[in-house]
């Protein structure tokens, strides 16, 4: 066992979780926290042998857990979601300090939501059996039955909270899961090890490997035994997953960047607005939800900048484990090179700033909240995800002009849409998106399908769309009358 690593009073083990059983490698690589750059320890490195004892173990146990009824399965999960609750700090703790996530945040909606995602899933499970189809010839019994083998792999940006969302439903649909934790922020993943042991959880149901993407992940994927793969991150890495995965026809699950429009219509209330505007610096930026490309009516456009400027000279950035603070570090010195970079090339070619625009005075790996304008559609910083706290502004004449400039990017996850209800619900109804929040952002609900299109995405978590996802779907044909063979049927 490598050396444990120690936050705020908790204990957290670098190693990989396999078959109910902490395994170390021989290979390490260091952990440095956003927040200060200062060395954590050193993490088990995944390698073939890990890949594939992992798979072995998930294999193994995949015939018991899915035999398992979803009612026989809930209690394992219910217990799952109490162990989270119960480490609930140090996870809030660990978090904040491996991926630089606001504490507040942690303890207000990320933990919480985490208990939830599992419990929610093991409850809605239970309805899965129990919807028949009735037409005039038959009954269709549809189950849904285990896929097998889940690969599991999440972002540095939210690592519990997305894990959890997926393997609530996962799990609850009787698969057997490997976890790929993201290699900048690991140490949630392995606390929620901890968490699915002393749930009961029996080995080889949850695992953990640790490792790079371009290696542990790599292999993982290509693996011909698995029955599924969840991903969420960036498009490059999906395209490598899905050509690996597709290759075996395992099909995947791919939640993957944004680039959504914030519309200000000419009716829109400037103030509230402007507030919700303030909160995409949240996280520094590092969220693929958030409206990142501000599309602003002409008319109401110097009046919007004055209000959204008056709030973000309010943002207190700073520590993510100070209370007060709103904008924190990002994640990695090569994420804060990329963000930069963005921002140096887009004032080179004469887009303005209207605030912001440099590194943070705070610390190494912490950026001013950025405003960018002048800019045209073509514009890289207008067309790529920058993920870190740099948005831009463009203004717009009439409805034409501003359909064509939301649509205007290969991306199509979320948006919001600010004006009188009906008029914005009339615009979101135009704008090629997932999902569009009007006069709102961030209300999630989950039983509602989340994800997107074009480069945002495959496929819809959430309800019964992770269901469809995580099981292979079967229907039972039963006849109302006796069935006389024919060759002349159709």
């Known amino acids: 066992m490598k050396t444990p690593i120690e936050i705020a009073g908790a204990t957290v083990s670098p190693d990989h979780y396999i078959n109910g059983k902490r ?13 200060d750059q200062a060395l954590l320890g050193r993490i088990s490195e995944g390698r073939p042998e890990h890949v594939e004892a992992a798979i072995q173990a998930a294999e193994a146990a995949f015939p ?11 209690p394992y999960l219910d217990r799952f979601a109490e162990e989270i609750g119960k480490r609930a700090e140090t996870l809030c703790q660990v978090e904040s300090r491996d991926a630089g996530v606001l504490l507040s945040r942690m303890r207000h909606g990320v933990v919480p939501r985490a208990m939830l995602n599992i419990s929610w899933f093991a409850n809605h499970a239970l309805d899965l059996q129990n919807r028949p189809i009735e037409t005039e010839q038959a009954q269709h019994l549809v189950r849904h039955a285990p896929a097998g083998v889940v690969v599991i792999i999440t972002p540095w940006n939210a690592p519990l909270m997305l894990s959890t969302w997926k393997l609530g439903p996962a799990l609850a649909a009787g698969n057997t899961c490997i976890l790929k934790p993201p290699e900048w922020a690991p140490l949630s993943c392995s606390l929620l090890a901890d968490a699915a042991q002393a749930a009961g959880l029996p080995p080889g ?23 599924r793969v969840s991903f969420t991150g960036s498009v490059p890495t999906a395209k490598l997953i899905a050509q690996a995965a597709g290759a075996n026809l395992v099909p995947c699950s791919l939640e993957l960047g944004g680039k959504s429009p914030f519309i200000v219509l000419e009716d829109a209330d400037i103030e509230n607005a402007a507030r919700t505007g303030a909160l995409m610096y949240r996280n520094a930026g590092q969220v693929c939800l958030a409206g990142t490309r501000f599309l602003v009516h002409e008319r109401v456009a110097e009046a919007f900048t004055a209000a959204m400027k008056a709030q973000v000279e309010q943002l207190k950035v700073g520590d993510p484990r100070d209370e007060s603070t709103e904008v924190g570090p990002i994640i990695h010195p090569r994420q804060v090179e990329r963000v930069a970079g963005f921002v140096e090339r887009a004032v080179a070619s004469g887009a303005k700033l209207l605030w912001g625009g440099q590194r943070h005075e705070f610390g190494a790996q912490y950026f001013q909240p950025t405003m960018v304008a002048g800019l045209k559609q073509s514009d890289e910083i207008v067309q790529n995800e920058v993920f870190g706290p740099v948005l831009t502004l463009q203004t717009f004449a009439d409805e034409e002009q501003l359909v064509a400039m939301a649509n205007g990017t290969d991306y199509g996850l979320g948006g919001v849409c600010y004006g009188e209800t009906e008029h914005a619900t009339a615009v979101a109804e135009r704008v090629r998106t997932g999902f569009i929040w009007i006069n709102s952002f961030g209300i999630r609900d989950l039983a509602a399908p989340f994800g997107g299109i074009k480069r945002s995405g495959v496929g819809r978590e959430g309800g019964d769309w992770s269901f469809e996802f995580f099981c292979d779907v079967k229907d039972i044909v039963v006849p109302k009358k006796p069935f006389r063979a024919s060759f002349s049927q159709r």
């Open 23 to 35: 395994i170390a490698s021989a290979d390490t690589f260091e952990l440095h926290s956003p927040i």
């Open 64 to 74: 018991a857990w899915s035999a398992l009824s979803a009612a026989e399965r809930k």
């Open 205 to 227: 149901v949850f695992n953990v490997v640790q490792g790079a993407g371009a290696t542990t992940g790599a292999q993982l994927v290509a693996d011909p035994r698995l029955a």
